[in-house]
């Protein structure tokens, strides 16, 4: 039964392999009271594979290095308690899907690095000095959740848009950095326009707001209502508003 206490030993079912390919081994681990899978994963390299690749660095859900994908489910590997599994059941633990493996538990996720890097960075007022920057708690509190991010990438690892198809990678930023483009739009002090850069350039129009990044944020962020609707929601009054539209026409240079 799940929540039983006491130690036990548990079938666990880990990927083995590199670039080149690999498969699914299967191991017998002691579990005790209160432990995690990552706890589980690092007995396993300290008493049968002292060659298991695997990420991870805090071990308390902050870092955002453990994610993996553990039942098919991508999870951070240090917040999943054992005793949430059935002591009889084969727990599997996979690398993200959406990433290329490097070795093992361990993929290559520079494509979010290199998503975050395209983003134009806060751009405050020509004008406006550091120290001189003026904001009320009302004006930031709805971007502030967004700040919760730990960098895990479930959320990019588990969207259909590129976990599914590679060839949407240049196209789509993924929900983590819509998010950050939405934050950046909502900012008070940010004087850049996002709206046609983030449908334009980062594929906002990809995302048909499945919500399923949402549903394995770990910080619990509401990604889809909260970043990319009301971003969906910015670019369509910019695109449909008809006085915006009449502007842009009587106006564009
Ligand atoms: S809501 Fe959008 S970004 Fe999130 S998983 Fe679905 S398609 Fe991807
Ligand atoms: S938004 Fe949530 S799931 Fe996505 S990278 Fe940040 S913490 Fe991880
Ligand atoms: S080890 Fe840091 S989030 Fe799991």
């Keep these: 039964m799940a929540g039983a206490t006491g130690t036990y030993n548990a079938n666990l079912r ?23 899978v990552l706890d589980i994963i ?23 290095s453990c994610s993996a994908e553990i039942n098919g489910r991508p999870r951070l590997m240090c917040m ?48 406006l000095q550091p120290g001189e920057y003026r904001m009320q708690q009302q004006d930031v509190e709805r971007s502030q959740e967004f700040r919760k991010c730990i960098e895990c990438f479930l959320c990019q690892n588990v969207c259909h848009v590129v976990r599914d198809h590679e060839e949407n990678k240049e196209a789509f930023a993924g929900p983590r950095f819509h998010m950050r483009i939405a934050e950046l739009d909502m900012h008070p002090l940010d004087v850049l326009d996002r709206k046609d850069m983030a ?4 594929g906002l ?22 970043a ?6 910015r670019v369509a009054d910019r695109k449909y508003d008809p ?3 009449l502007g842009n026409k009587l106006f564009r240079r």
Excluded at 83 to 88: L, Q
Excluded at 228 to 233: A, Q
């Design 42 to 64: 690092h007995r396993l390299q300290a008493t049968q594979t002292p060659d298991l690749a695997v990420r991870w660095n805090c071990k308390a859900g902050k870092c955002g």
């Design 14 to 36: 880990v990927w083995r392999g590199d670039d080149t390919g690999g498969g699914l081994q299967d191991y017998t681990v002691e579990v005790n009271d209160g432990e995690v």
């Design 80 to 127: 999943t308690r054992m005793s949430t599994f059935d002591p009889s059941e084969t727990v599997t633990v996979t690398p993200l899907r959406t990433f290329p493996v490097m070795r093992d538990l361990v993929t290559d996720v520079s494509f979010n690095y290199e998503k975050a890097r395209q983003i134009p960075s806060f751009t405050p007022p020509k004008d």
């Design 228 to 233: 990319l609707i009301p971003m969906k929601e």
């Design 243 to 245: 006085i915006v539209w």
């Design 199 to 202: 449908q334009d350039e980062f």
């Design 205 to 226: 129009g990809y995302c048909n707001i499945t919500k399923c990044c949402t549903e394995v944020c770990p910080e619990n962020i509401k990604i889809t209502d909260n």
